[in-house]
Each structure stands twice: as structure tokens, then as C-alpha cells.
């Protein structure tokens, strides 16, 4: 099946943004595996390994690349918007596409928690279970206003080009600045300024503005400032977030983050041309499309794993707990992400048919519908990332938070028509 999808793929689709999105994916996943060190004592527990471990603060350079994804996307929603198409149907299918696997994950999230109280599991480990698995929806809820805004976005970038995320690295810089001077809520407004300026440049990426030769300034400009705004400056190393810092980068995204993200950019229209051509070959490719049909279950239940893992390897006494960073330790690292896979494989098979490529047509509904379903939905994302771990009868999750996100997919999907299969961007 696979390698039936990979022979039809058009010729004018665009391979490696497909790898680097992939790719992306793949290196946050692994990542947080890593950054996890669960501890047993009585009780499950865990660290950080930024926490445990400082120096490996430095690695989260190569495994922070969620800007990546964010390139991507600007990337493939700059190619998706064709002309002729209404800008209502097209938000609905890019939202919807987003929507229906992680509806299902958040539906599944809750009712386990409700069963686990029932059965007399305890609240604080249903809360802190429920807020572990649901940690990956803060990209979302990042992620969902750049498909809204693309139209207008995408307008400003054929009138203004790259001025356009040159304004906005301003814009962040100001808002550091007003971290840095404790103005209340000052760096709000980067956590979306920061990734509209990554999802732009995917913009630039898509038109040709951001050929290969741009490359190699791009990749020297981005580390010269993530090296001088780490060292000299007063932004911290660790690109994720780190438990008890003072200040993240992550947290509201700073222009440290950015810098990196000019300097990933800079790598990724480097490899364009030899990338498209080396995949062109059948066995990469198709790995690609076995990669991109499960991605966002793959994403969204990756934590999942983590918590089920953890409650069946730890208090069983499976699994050794040897000091962190003693040898044994890291020679655990491996069996660890295996077991891991190995949960995540079973959790794909039972979810990632939701991903399944459909191309709904949409009802004629009045556009105050799509405002509220796409407003309720973004709401609720947000409330979940806040949430935090503390216990929310009875579903482990705000009440509110669970309304508001049903009633806005109920929204959206009421404007649904007869689906039509087929695979799309």
C-alpha cells in the first residue's frame, strides 16, 4: 500500500519539504523521549534531563526543530492556497485535517481519565498522567493561528516580501525587551510574532526568494546570533523548555529561538535541490510517505507512550533505575527508546486511521460558524496548555476547556459534506 502511494505521487510535489517536516517530527519525538528520566519510589516520579544533566542543554540545538515544522508549513500552505478556491473552504480543510486525529486523541484522553478515577486510581497521577500525554498540543495551539492567517499573511509577503519576517524579528526583539524589563505579560505576543516570522519564511521558501545560495548566510547569520545572544547576551542555552528557569526561550518564544530558526532555515534551502533529487529514488521516498500518512498520531501520542511505558516498567520492577549519568544509565537510553516504540507502534495501530487523506467538500454555512468553531477550538487548546497537572474532575481536564473544544469541532464539522478520498498536502 505503501509503495502504491509513493508511485502516485505527483511529479510537481515538492519531496523534501515532505523529508524535513518528517524529519522534524521524528527529532522532537525522540528528543522528549530522551529529556524524560522517570524515577520509582513508591510512587512514579521523574526529572529532566536538562535538570539531571546541564551540559546537555547544548544538545537541545540539534533537537529543538519544531521551527522546522513551522517552515514546512509555510511552505505547503503557500502551495495549498490555489486560486478560485474560497478562503473559507480552504481554512476548513487545513483545520480539518489538524482536527480529526487530535478530536480523537483528546476524546480517548478523557475518558481513560475518567475511568482510571472510577476504578480508584489517584487524582494527583491521573493529573499529572493526562497533563504528560497532553504536553504535545501546545503546537497546535501554536500551529492553528498560522493556517488562519495565512490568506492575509501570505497577501503581505507577495506585497513586502521578506521585509515582512524582518518586521516581525523586530517586533520580537521588542517584546524580549519587554520580558527583560518585567513589564507584565510583555513577551505575550511572541508566541505568535516568533513562529508567523518562521511560517513566512516558508513563505519566501515556497516562491523562490530563499534559493540555495542563500544558504550559507542564512546558516552563519543564525548561529553567529544564537552563539553571541547565548554567550555574550542574556538569553540561556537550552533552546526547550527547562523546568525552574528563570527564563526560557520557549516560553515566550525569544529571538535566541528565532536565530536558530534563521540558522535551520539556512540548512534546509541549502539541501533542496540535491535533497528532491536523492529522493526521487523509491526506498527513501516511500519511508517519507510511511512517515507523513501517521505524523500528527505519531506527534500527538508520543507522550501517551511515555505514561503507559512508565506505569508498566517502573513500579513492576522491569525496568533498573541506576543513577542518572552513571554508564548504565545512558546504556539504558537505548532499551528505553525502544520500549517506547514499541508502545507507540501498538497506539498507531489503534488511532492512525483517523489520519486517513479525505477531501471534504463543505456546506454552505454562514462564516460566523467557522469563526466560532475555529475560535472555540484555539481557546480550548490554549486552556489545555495551561492547565498544568493538577487534577480537573472528572475528566482530568478543565470542564470548560472540553465543552469549548466540542462545541467548536461540532462547529467545523457540521459544515462538512460528503467526504471525497484522496491524498492532499
Given at each position: 500500500m505503501l509503495r502504491r502511494l509513493a508511485e502516485r505521487t505527483p511529479?510537481?510535489?515538492?519531496?523534501?519539504?515532505?523529508?524535513?517536516?518528517?524529519?522534524?517530527?521524528?527529532l522532537v519525538v525522540i528528543g522528549h523521549w530522551l529529556a524524560v528520566v522517570v524515577t520509582y519510589d513508591g510512587g512514579l516520579g521523574g526529572e529532566h534531563v536538562l535538570t539531571a544533566l546541564p551540559w546537555t542543554r547544548w544538545l537541545s540545538w540539534a533537537f529543538q526543530v519544531m521551527p522546522v515544522?513551522?517552515?514546512?508549513?509555510?511552505?505547503?500552505?503557500?502551495?495549498?492556497?490555489?486560486?478560485?478556491?474560497?478562503?473559507r473552504d480552504w481554512l476548513l480543510g487545513r483545520a480539518d485535517r489538524l482536527l480529526r486525529p487530535t478530536t480523537l486523541f483528546i476524546a480517548v484522553i478523557a475518558a481513560s481519565a475518567a475511568v482510571a478515577r472510577a476504578l480508584?486510581?489517584?487524582?494527583?497521577?491521573?493529573?499529572?498522567?493526562?497533563?504528560?500525554?497532553t504536553i504535545p498540543l501546545w503546537f497546535l495551539a501554536a500551529y492553528l493561528p498560522m493556517i488562519v492567517l495565512t490568506p492575509v499573511m501570505h497577501a503581505l509577503h507577495r506585497r513586502w516580501g521578506l521585509a515582512v519576517p524582518a518586521v516581525l524579528l523586530v517586533l520580537v526583539a521588542a517584546g524580549d525587551a519587554a520580558v527583560f524589563a518585567?513589564?507584565?505579560?510583555?513577551?505575550?505576543?511572541?508566541?505568535?510574532?516568533?513562529?508567523?516570522?518562521?511560517?513566512?519564511?516558508?513563505?519566501?521558501?515556497?516562491?523562490?526568494?530563499l534559493p540555495a545560495r542563500t544558504g550559507p548566510p542564512l546558516i552563519a547569520a543564525g548561529l553567529a546570533g544564537l552563539v553571541l545572544l547565548t554567550t555574550a547576551g542574556p538569553y540561556p542555552v537550552s533552546m526547550v523548555a527547562e523546568p525552574g528557569a528563570q527564563m526560557q526561550n520557549t516560553a515566550p518564544p525569544s529571538l535566541a529561538l528565532l536565530s536558530l530558526a534563521i540558522a535551520?532555515?539556512?540548512?534546509?534551502?541549502?539541501?533542496?535541490?540535491?535533497?528532491n533529487r536523492w529522493l526521487q529514488r523509491p526506498r527513501p521516498w516511500t519511508a517519507v510517505v510511511a512517515v507523513s500518512t501517521v505524523i500528527l498520531t505519531l506527534f500527538l501520542w508520543h507522550m501517551t507512550a511515555v505514561v503507559i511505558a512508565a506505569a508498566a516498567l517502573y513500579p513492576t520492577?522491569?525496568?533498573?533505575?541506576?543513577?542518572?549519568?552513571?554508564?548504565?544509565?545512558?546504556?539504558?537510553?537505548?532499551?528505553?527508546?525502544?520500549?517506547?516504540?514499541?508502545v507507540l507502534g501498538v497506539l498507531l495501530a489503534l488511532f492512525a486511521r483517523a489520519e486517513r487523506p479525505a477531501r471534504p467538500s463543505w456546506r454552505k454555512a454562514p462564516t460566523a460558524l467557522t469563526v466560532i468553531g475555529v475560535a472555540c477550538v484555539q481557546a480550548a487548546l490554549i486552556g489545555i496548555a495551561l492547565a498544568g497537572p493538577d487534577f480537573h474532575?472528572?475528566?482530568?481536564?478543565?470542564?470548560?476547556v472540553l465543552a469549548t473544544y466540542l462545541t467548536g469541532a461540532a462547529a467545523l464539522h457540521l459544515q462538512r459534506a460528503r467526504p471525497v478520498r484522496g491524498r492532499a498536502r
Amino acid at each position: 500500500m505503501l509503495r502504491r502511494l509513493a508511485e502516485r505521487t505527483p511529479p510537481q510535489r515538492d519531496r523534501w519539504v515532505d523529508l524535513v517536516r518528517a524529519v522534524a517530527i521524528v527529532l522532537v519525538v525522540i528528543g522528549h523521549w530522551l529529556a524524560v528520566v522517570v524515577t520509582y519510589d513508591g510512587g512514579l516520579g521523574g526529572e529532566h534531563v536538562l535538570t539531571a544533566l546541564p551540559w546537555t542543554r547544548w544538545l537541545s540545538w540539534a533537537f529543538q526543530v519544531m521551527p522546522v515544522f513551522f517552515l514546512a508549513g509555510g511552505f505547503a500552505n503557500a502551495a495549498s492556497l490555489k486560486p478560485g478556491v474560497p478562503r473559507r473552504d480552504w481554512l476548513l480543510g487545513r483545520a480539518d485535517r489538524l482536527l480529526r486525529p487530535t478530536t480523537l486523541f483528546i476524546a480517548v484522553i478523557a475518558a481513560s481519565a475518567a475511568v482510571a478515577r472510577a476504578l480508584g486510581a489517584e487524582p494527583d497521577l491521573i493529573g499529572t498522567a493526562v497533563w504528560l500525554a497532553t504536553i504535545p498540543l501546545w503546537f497546535l495551539a501554536a500551529y492553528l493561528p498560522m493556517i488562519v492567517l495565512t490568506p492575509v499573511m501570505h497577501a503581505l509577503h507577495r506585497r513586502w516580501g521578506l521585509a515582512v519576517p524582518a518586521v516581525l524579528l523586530v517586533l520580537v526583539a521588542a517584546g524580549d525587551a519587554a520580558v527583560f524589563a518585567d513589564v507584565p505579560h510583555g513577551g505575550t505576543a511572541n508566541y505568535l510574532l516568533m513562529w508567523l516570522a518562521v511560517h513566512q519564511l516558508g513563505f519566501a521558501w515556497h516562491d523562490g526568494r530563499l534559493p540555495a545560495r542563500t544558504g550559507p548566510p542564512l546558516i552563519a547569520a543564525g548561529l553567529a546570533g544564537l552563539v553571541l545572544l547565548t554567550t555574550a547576551g542574556p538569553y540561556p542555552v537550552s533552546m526547550v523548555a527547562e523546568p525552574g528557569a528563570q527564563m526560557q526561550n520557549t516560553a515566550p518564544p525569544s529571538l535566541a529561538l528565532l536565530s536558530l530558526a534563521i540558522a535551520q532555515t539556512g540548512l534546509v534551502v541549502l539541501l533542496h535541490d540535491r535533497g528532491n533529487r536523492w529522493l526521487q529514488r523509491p526506498r527513501p521516498w516511500t519511508a517519507v510517505v510511511a512517515v507523513s500518512t501517521v505524523i500528527l498520531t505519531l506527534f500527538l501520542w508520543h507522550m501517551t507512550a511515555v505514561v503507559i511505558a512508565a506505569a508498566a516498567l517502573y513500579p513492576t520492577g522491569v525496568f533498573p533505575q541506576p543513577p542518572i549519568g552513571t554508564s548504565e544509565w545512558y546504556a539504558l537510553r537505548a532499551p528505553w527508546v525502544a520500549c517506547l516504540l514499541a508502545v507507540l507502534g501498538v497506539l498507531l495501530a489503534l488511532f492512525a486511521r483517523a489520519e486517513r487523506p479525505a477531501r471534504p467538500s463543505w456546506r454552505k454555512a454562514p462564516t460566523a460558524l467557522t469563526v466560532i468553531g475555529v475560535a472555540c477550538v484555539q481557546a480550548a487548546l490554549i486552556g489545555i496548555a495551561l492547565a498544568g497537572p493538577d487534577f480537573h474532575a472528572p475528566a482530568a481536564l478543565p470542564a470548560w476547556v472540553l465543552a469549548t473544544y466540542l462545541t467548536g469541532a461540532a462547529a467545523l464539522h457540521l459544515q462538512r459534506a460528503r467526504p471525497v478520498r484522496g491524498r492532499a498536502r
